[in-house]
């Protein structure tokens, strides 16, 4: 399962709203607000481990029922206390960590 949320508000790079149940370990599938910078050429000679412009190196990513940028209401089946749910994911070496 898998949704991308078209948003014409959202922020030029490094920010999108996904559907997943694979982003956040999570029984079923939510939206998930992904922060993430991607490597550019000056990325690639500072670090060896990455490979190509536009990899990721890290990512941040929150679950969410509403789209920040454009109050689009994204999940109706909001339960008190239960999104929040986040991760930091940094990409940078070879063993990639989960933090
Ligand atoms: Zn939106």
């Known amino acids: 399962m898998y949704k991308i949320h078209e948003c014409d508000f ?10 997943s149940d694979s982003i956040i370990n999570s029984d079923e599938a939510v939206w998930n607000l992904i922060i ?5 050429d000056e990325d690639l000679e500072d670090n ?4 190509n412009v536009g990899d990721t190196i890290w990512q941040t ?3 969410i029922y509403n789209c920040p940028f454009c109050s689009q209401t994204l999940s109706s089946d909001r339960v008190k206390n239960a999104a929040g749910n986040f991760a ?3 990409l940078s070496s070879w063993n ?3 933090l």
Request: hydrophobic share 40%; net charge negative; proline share 4%.
């Open 96 to 98: 990639s960590k989960r």
């Open 88 to 90: 930091h994911i940094n």
């Open 61 to 63: 990513v929150l679950e």
């Open 48 to 51: 060896h481990n990455l490979e």
């Open 36 to 40: 993430e910078r991607e490597a550019i």
């Open 10 to 19: 959202l922020p030029k790079d490094g920010v999108s709203i996904v559907f």
